[in-house]
């Protein structure tokens, strides 16, 4: 039990397109899913928030315009990179925490991350 | 969220006890030890987490000071595919609690 999913699992594309990463709780239900962002040799610095059905929360300095965040659903979120730049080549990784099904609940599951490389 | 303090490394001989320390000397009342663990390329895996109760599962042993201060990771068997990232996190539980990431221990274990 407890696994999420991530698609793509990479993705390289060319500057100034956007690129839509989707997350997903395959065996519970999560009302709240985390993105994350790592670049090399470094740690896990979090996104934002997202809550289903409601506007998701940004940490500072993230921009939300360039961040797009939906959770439309208790199993779903999707991070769109808008405009991708090079310097938004990294590893984005989403994260669910479990309210229902089989998982422990209130714990976080990570998916396998994705790796964006922009051109 | 209170910050915890570990080792950035450690080395540990395959089939022996690994023990990771954290230190997370302003822990609150209602912050719990999260542990988790990143292999090379690979999102974050849940490993432990307890309150002040020492917490054994199937892959890990979690010891709390009683002071919870202080806690320590036991892989009790290390092998060769325990190498990675470990993280102690602090958090709040509910809606209000994040999991952030501070640098971790890198644990190597050798053949």
């Known amino acids: 039990g407890a696994v999420v999913s991530q698609h793509p699992s990479w993705v390289i594309c060319k500057s100034g397109t956007s690129v839509k990463i989707e997350c997903r709780s395959l065996d519970f239900q999560a009302t709240t899913m985390f993105w994350y962002r790592q670049f090399p040799k470094q740690s896990l610095m979090l996104m934002a928030t997202s809550n289903e059905g409601s506007k998701a929360t940004y940490e500072q300095g993230v921009e939300k315009d360039k961040f797009l965040i939906n959770h439309a659903s208790l199993t779903l979120s999707t991070l769109t990179v808008t405009s991708a730049h090079p310097e938004d080549s990294s590893f984005y990784i989403c994260?669910?925490?479990?309210?229902?099904?089989?998982?422990?609940?209130?714990?976080?599951?990570f998916g396998p991350g994705t790796r964006l490389t922009v051109l | 969220d209170a910050k915890t303090t570990q080792p950035p490394s450690m080395d540990c001989a395959e089939g022996r006890a690994a023990n990771l320390p954290c230190n997370h000397s302003t822990i609150s009342g209602n912050e719990y030890v999260y542990w988790y663990r990143q292999i090379h390329s690979q999102g974050p895996q849940y490993i432990i987490h307890g309150l002040k109760n020492n917490e054994t599962n199937e892959m890990a042993s979690l010891i709390i000071t009683e002071d919870r201060k202080s806690s320590t990771l036991i892989l009790p068997h290390a092998t060769l595919r325990d190498t990675a990232v470990y993280y102690c996190?602090?958090?709040?539980?509910?809606?209000?609690?994040?999991?952030?990431f501070g640098q971790g221990t890198t644990l190597q274990v050798k053949p």
């Open positions: 996190i602090v958090r709040v539980a509910g809606n209000t609690g994040k999991l952030i």
């Open positions: 994260s669910a925490r479990a309210t229902s099904g089989r998982a422990r609940t209130d714990t976080q599951y």
